[in-house]
Nanobody, 125 residues
Framework: QVQLVESGGGLVQAGGSLRLSCAAS????????MGWFRQRRGQEREFVAV????????NGADSAQGRFTISRDNAKNTVYLQMNSLKPEDTGVYYC??????????????????WGKGILVTVSS
């Protein structure tokens, strides 16, 4: 079992930055792929980014534009999402997830083994 707890969300002005953290406990964190999804109001949950146990990454649309960066610290059992140049449309609930498998599963299915409860990010205009 893996427990995931997100932190670092809140209210920020457009153009600002936030860094989300996700602390993991339970099974061997370092062997899991870790990632982030988000759900904006009225929309389905969408993939943001994933990082493998050894640091390989896959990014969603916004991450691909260079605004979001995922990283992890296996010594601290923590994964991060650095979000820059935030826009009001980034407002939503951000979820941390973990899965033994890294790769297209994250993009194609969104069916990960473990989930955090989510944290709200609000970007004001």
């Amino acid at each position: 079992q893996v427990q995931l707890v997100e932190s670092g969300g809140g209210l920020v002005q457009a153009g600002g930055s936030l860094r989300l953290s996700c602390a993991a406990s339970g099974r061997t964190f370092s062997r899991y792929a870790m990632g982030w999804f988000r759900q904006r109001r009225g929309q389905e949950r969408e993939f943001v980014a994933v990082i493998s146990w050894n640091g390989s990454t896959l990014n969603g649309a916004d991450s691909a534009q260079g605004r979001f960066t995922i990283s992890r610290d296996n010594a601290k059992n923590t994964v991060y999402l650095q979000m820059n140049s935030l826009k009001p449309e980034d407002t939503g609930v951000y979820y941390c997830a973990a899965d033994p498998i890294y790769g297209s599963k994250w993009i194609l299915t969104g069916s990960m083994d473990y989930w955090g409860k989510g944290i709200l990010v609000t970007v004001s205009s």
